[in-house]
């Protein structure tokens, strides 16, 4: 054997032992399984074309922004349990950069927060068993439906973690997942800009579900955020982003009915400068209707001492409008009741969404949105998608009307 080969068969027989018993490693057996590392591994490219527009109250030029994402990602086979995944994204402006990036200083443009660069999004090691994974290094992490912790995969760059991850069921009805991070690797990457692109600390994540019953679940969890200070950045950027977050969740099925709730307190953690107490509930009711889908919800993210429940790492676009206006929390909590219809014309999906927005502490009615999408499904390896959002307020001094469009077209080979 190579001394590669050594290294390569010692540690799979170390994490077999440690997690499953006794690992054989003869010389023609790793030889084979070194092979099927690279034979029965993968190459994907991921192409995703988009081009974005802003009209923002209180800008005299409107944004305008032709940006490709480029995604290449190459996964191996397996070596007894353990994989391995590298990921690398590229964003790219196509034409005049008439937009501000966060990191290209236009701030003459309304913000459209994907700056060009190049980085590892995802490089990380997996152990799997029938009841473990075991994942380390730089992922993508999401929980609760991307509520809390999640990825915010509609920006071109994807929010990721450097992290240790266990996900275990070897319980019945039980599955636990716990994650450990000391990075988070955010969208207004890769380089610093009027964001930092990185966040550093030590940050647990755990979520406990249980099946109480056939379609029917319950889990706790509590998200311990840690954002460490950063020369050059202020506290509300950094260290008063922490957070400790401990909530219920409870998914069902009645019938065609189904229902999520959800609550959580929050208080700050760490070094934050912040002294408050808030909480988060929601309830969201979605069922068919002949050919189409209905849902509506109710989410309240409350506030005290004028700092509202914050969700810095959530999936914050699919949430509280596309407009993305209330991706921080105001001081005074937000009301959002909102009301969708979906369905499919052939192979076009169809969404309409329709949000009510107002504060929770105070009598501030903050405005409407509406949010319209055309999704077509050109074949397995082409997408092509329309959307919209239409945000007009009542209160032009904190959230200015804004309407936003975007022409989507991804490749997936």
């Known amino acids: 054997m190579t001394f590669n080969k050594i290294n390569l068969c010692f540690s799979a027989a170390a994490l077999s032992l440690v997690f499953s018993g006794p690992f054989v490693c003869a010389q023609e057996s790793a030889t084979d399984q070194l092979s099927s590392v690279i034979t029965d591994g993968s190459v994907a490219l991921d192409l995703r074309y988009r081009y974005e527009y802003v009209d923002e109250d209180g800008f005299d030029k409107s944004a305008r922004a032709s940006l490709l994402r480029t995604r290449v990602t190459i996964k191996s086979g397996t070596l007894g349990p353990v994989s391995a995944l590298m990921e690398v994204d590229n964003v790219s402006a196509l034409g005049s950069e008439n937009y501000n990036s966060t990191e290209n200083g236009k701030i003459e443009y309304p913000t459209i927060a994907d700056p060009e660069g190049t980085a590892f999004n995802q490089a990380w090691l997996r152990y799997s068993a029938k009841d473990l994974d075991a994942t380390v290094g730089r992922q993508r992490i999401v929980l609760d439906r991307g509520r809390f912790i999640g990825a915010k995969p509609w920006r071109q760059n994807e929010q990721t973690y450097d992290a240790a991850r266990l996900q275990w069921s070897g319980l019945s009805g039980f599955t636990i997942d716990a994650s450990y991070a000391n990075q988070v690797s955010r969208v207004f990457g890769p380089g610093d800009g009027i964001n930092p692109a990185d966040w550093h ?81 929601v309830v969201e009711l979605a069922a068919p209707f002949g050919p189409v889908n209905v849902k509506a919800a109710y989410e309240v993210l409350g506030a005290d001492n004028g700092v509202g429940f914050g969700t810095p790492l959530a999936n914050g676009h699919g949430v509280q409008g596309w407009a993305d206006k209330f991706l921080a929390t105001p001081g005074d909590g937000i009301k959002d009741a909102w009301v969708s219809v979906g369905g499919k014309l052939g192979s076009v999906a169809l969404l309409a969404r329709y949000h009510d927005f107002s504060a929770e502490s105070s009598s501030v009615d903050f405005g409407r949105e509406i949010d319209l999408q055309a999704q077509w499904t050109i074949n397995e390896w082409l997408t092509a998608t329309a959307k919209a959002a239409v945000f007009e307020t009542d209160e032009p001094g904190r959230y200015p009307d804004t309407t936003k469009a975007w022409l989507t077209l991804q490749l997936r080979l």
């Open 201 to 281: 600390g030590d940050s647990a994540f755990l979520r406990v579900n249980y099946d109480l019953a056939e379609d029917h679940n319950i889990a706790a969890y509590a998200y311990l955020l840690e954002v460490d200070s950063q020369r050059g950045f202020s506290a509300a950027k950094t260290v008063n982003n922490s957070s400790d977050t401990f909530g219920l969740a409870y998914t069902g099925s009645f019938s065609e009915l189904s229902i999520l709730a959800r609550f959580a307190t929050q208080t700050e953690s760490g070094d934050s400068e912040l002294d408050y107490q808030a909480s988060y509930y």
